[in-house]
Every structure is written in structure tokens, then in C-alpha cells.
């Protein structure tokens, strides 16, 4: 029987290593990346069945490599392996496109079940964070998902440029900047930049 074959993106390398160890007896692991840009160019090489990916990385994080990937038309099942014990990032893991959400403190047995799992066609999510997520998902929400010009204004800002700066670099009106800036607020139920730049850091947009 063929064993499944994963692909491993987290640029934390004693973390990784355990996990190499954790799944080799079981799986077939192609390699470790270290970065998003990494991942984007070993997902297209080496088309494994399943990517396991942070969502804090270098260079692009996984939110935004998984959109791409799956823009790329690869129908790879996608498991976040993160240390966010957070719904919202949760919820914005499976508008990308993945089948599972673990967390890093979790990760040991967890992550082999939801490998198999979503190898299945399942969905799988840390049970916590799972009862969380279907009680709220009974709820009225108002949040809403960023797009990815205001993903560009959010980095910008966290990284400290103003919104004269931000408009210049995104050729874009200052007025336009701020209008971005406002509806993030408002979409992501927060009031202050120093609220959208935690977010921002949630989401790994910034580290």
C-alpha cells in the first residue's frame, strides 16, 4: 500500500524535526520548507497529497500561500499546524481552502489522526477549538474576511508607514489608504491601529 505523501512548511527547525521523526514510520514525507515562497515553488515540484503548513512564516505566510496554492488549481488537503488557539484564524484557515487545523501543543497522535482524516475526505479540528467554533458558528457574526489590498495596507501600517507612505507605495489616493484602514476596523469589530496591527500579527503578517 502506498504510503501518503507530505509536504512540512514551519520555519522553526527543532519543531519541524520532531515532526519529520513523528511521521516518518507512517507517511512519506517529501521534504521541509522553511517560507511560504518555499512552499509555493515545493508544492508545485513535488505535488504532495498532504501539506502541513504554519501560518507564521518568512517571506509569505501561510494564509496567503495556501491562496495561492490553491489559485494554482493544486488540490493538495492543506492541515495548519499552529501554535493559534485563536477561532477567527481558524475560520479564516478553511476560507483558504484546508481540510484541518491543529495545534503545535496538541501535535503527536492529533496531527497523524487529521492526516488521516482529511486523507479520507474529513474534516478535522483540534476538539477545543472545534466546539468553540460550532457554538459560535450558531451565532449572529459581523466579522468579516480582509481582502488582499487591505492585507497589503494592514502590513504597511504594522510595519510603521503612514498612510501618505502607504498610498505612494500602493499607488493608490491617501484617502483610499484610510478607507481601507477604517473598513478593516470595522469588518474586524476593532478601534485602534494598535488592534489591527495585533491582528496582524495573528494572521503572520508581520513577526
Known amino acids: ?3 501518503v505523501r507530505l509536504l512540512l512548511a514551519d520555519d522553526h527547525t527543532m519543531f519541524a524535526q520532531g515532526m519529520q521523526s513523528l511521521l516518518a514510520d507512517e507517511f512519506e514525507l517529501l521534504g521541509t520548507v522553511s517560507n511560504g515562497e518555499e512552499l509555493l515553488e515545493a508544492a508545485r515540484s513535488l505535488r504532495p497529497e498532504v501539506i502541513i503548513v504554519d501560518i507564521s512564516m518568512p ?3 501561510g494564509f496567503d500561500a495556501v491562496r495561492r496554492i490553491r489559485a494554482e488549481g493544486n488540490d493538495a488537503k492543506v492541515i495548519f499546524l499552529t501554535m493559534h488557539d485563536d477561532d477567527a484564524l481558524v475560520s479564516e484557515a478553511f476560507r483558504c481552502g484546508a481540510s484541518g487545523y491543529v495545534l503545535k501543543q496538541a501535535a503527536g497522535e492529533e496531527l497523524v489522526t487529521a492526516i488521516r482524516e482529511v486523507v479520507q475526505g474529513n474534516s478535522y479540528v483540534t476538539p477545543l477549538v472545534d466546539t468553540r467554533v460550532s457554538e459560535a458558528s450558531r451565532a449572529p457574526s459581523h466579522r468579516a474576511t480582509i ?7 494592514l502590513r504597511l ?3 510603521g508607514l503612514t498612510m501618505k507612505e502607504i498610498a505612494a507605495q500602493l499607488s493608490i489616493s491617501t484617502r483610499t489608504a484610510e478607507s481601507h484602514k477604517y473598513e478593516m476596523m470595522e469588518a474586524l469589530g476593532v478601534e485602534t491601529t494598535a488592534e489591527l496591527i495585533k491582528y496582524a500579527l495573528r494572521l503572520g503578517l508581520i513577526s
Open 147 to 153: 481582502t488582499p489590498r487591505q492585507r497589503e495596507v
Open 59 to 61: 517571506r509569505l505566510n
Open 1 to 3: 500500500m502506498n504510503r
Open 157 to 159: 501600517i504594522s510595519e
